[in-house]
T-cell receptor, first 112, second 115 residues
């Protein structure tokens, strides 16, 4: 069974631009979560989607948004990029509650 | 809010030896899950082991085992017969069992394997 896939793997943007990252969960997994990993803040939860609904959101500004499609694929969008948004963005999927989250390879975003 | 603490930023171990990574957590809940994830230089987060809080038996996966002390809120990972491929960042993580589908991570321990 294929794992979680994320595209693109690497991205370079400039301040003020916006970016969209994509995540395809493991087949049969309906929950998708997003995390940001930085050297200073570590791993932080962004949001979680299940059946196209955002169920939980972390403490991030409104510039960070996401959505989930009917096939469970998810996208996250960051508008008006700031230098501090440079990070590894990890996506994880799980089949349902009480199951384990499995992670994708991540998207490395560099904001110049 | 739940917190996860990993007090060892770095650890090293000789190849074939045993090493234990420490993790403590703080929660007021009684039902939850604990995990150890491994992140090698590729940055892919890989599940190592999972423990359900209501199970008293410590989880084991091949060379990896945990010492789960619920009353002490302690969750350490023991790696036996360490191999070069075990070199990575190891993250301890907590997840509540009440519909809040988010993982709370510790700051990680960088494990170096000495040949």
């Amino acid at each position: 069974k294929a794992g979680v896939t994320q595209t693109p793997r690497y991205l370079i943007k400039t301040r003020g631009q916006q970016v969209t990252l994509s995540c395809s969960p493991i087949s049969g997994h309906r929950s998708v979560s997003w995390y940001q990993q930085t050297p200073g803040q570590g791993l932080q939860f962004l949001f979680e989607y299940f059946s196209e609904t955002q169920r939980n959101k972390g403490n991030f500004p409104g510039r960070f948004s996401g959505r989930q499609f009917s096939n469970s694929r998810s996208e996250m969008n960051v508008s008006t990029l700031e230098l501090g948004d440079s990070a590894l963005y990890l996506c994880a999927s799980k089949r349902s509650a009480k199951e384990t989250q499995y992670f994708g390879p991540g998207t490395r975003l560099l904001v110049l | 809010a739940q917190t996860v603490t990993q007090s060892q930023p770095e650890m090293s171990v000789q190849e074939a030896e045993t090493v234990t990574l420490s993790c403590t957590y703080d929660t007021s809940e009684s039902d939850y899950y604990l995990f150890w994830y491994k992140q090698p230089p590729s940055r892919q987060m890989i599940l190592v082991i999972r423990q359900e809080a209501y199970k008293q038996q410590n989880a084991t996966e091949n060379r990896f085992s945990v010492n789960f002390q619920k009353a002490a809120k302690s969750f350490s990972l023991k790696i036996s017969d360490s191999q070069l491929g075990d070199a990575a960042m190891y993250f301890c993580a907590y997840e509540t069992n009440f519909g809040n589908e988010k993982l709370t991570f510790g700051t990680g321990t960088r494990l170096t394997i000495i040949p």
